[in-house]
């Protein structure tokens, strides 16, 4: 049945819910540009009047989408040191790892359309991640040298959870993924061990 308007109150952030979780489905499998307010309307099975209530257009329902991932990357790097050790700089990237697995479908939109990047949504995650490369650097201004190795790291953790196989086991995944970029980083590998790139506790 096609629905001409969503209820007030519960109703409508349950439905507005439903759009974001259909438009990011879309979005993943044909594209940012290629996806029409549209399609999204027929699959939801609401006429486009129902689906522009909740998002006016198509960058409105984009910037709800990314919002989420941006408010995890601003909460990554507010407060911190500006040279922090290397303690504080594995717990970012352990939380850079997690932000990845829990905003998995929009990163791999990001990484298969990077048209999105230049979208209005996303004109704050560009500062947010400088900041957090300089933050995982350990120093104010890192060299060529040292932003290499933080875009290593950053790289490493997106492409070892993006294109992870269905049977692998989350708990070792991560852990291995976490290992690998602090390695790339030359911290030490967990809270414990004592050399670079050591096995994870």
Excluded: W
Excluded at 39 to 64: N, P, V, W
């Amino acid at each position: 049945m096609i629905t001409e308007y969503a209820a007030p109150g519960d109703g409508r952030e349950l439905t507005r819910s439903r759009v974001l979780d259909v438009a990011l489905q879309l979005i993943a499998a044909n594209g940012f540009a290629a996806t029409s307010t549209r399609e999204i309307s027929e699959r939801l099975g609401f006429t486009k009047a129902a689906l522009y209530y909740h998002f006016r257009t198509k960058d409105d329902l984009l910037a709800a989408l990314v919002a989420p991932a941006i408010e995890g990357l601003a909460a990554m790097v507010e407060g911190r040191d500006p040279r922090p050790a290397a303690g504080p700089r594995r717990a970012m990237l352990a939380a850079y790892v997690d932000f990845v697995a829990a905003h998995e479908n929009l990163i791999r939109v990001l990484s298969e359309d990077p048209s999105v990047a230049h979208r209005p949504a996303f004109s704050a995650a560009g500062p947010l991640y400088e900041r957090l490369t300089d933050l995982l650097a350990g120093q104010e201004s890192p060299g060529t040298a040292q932003r290499a190795r933080v875009r290593a790291a950053l790289g490493g953790i997106r492409a070892a959870l993006l294109h992870a196989g269905p049977g692998e086991d989350p708990t070792v995944l991560r852990e291995a993924t976490l290992a690998a970029a602090c390695g790339a980083l030359g911290i030490p590998g967990s809270r414990t061990s004592g050399h670079h790139g050591g096995p994870l506790h």
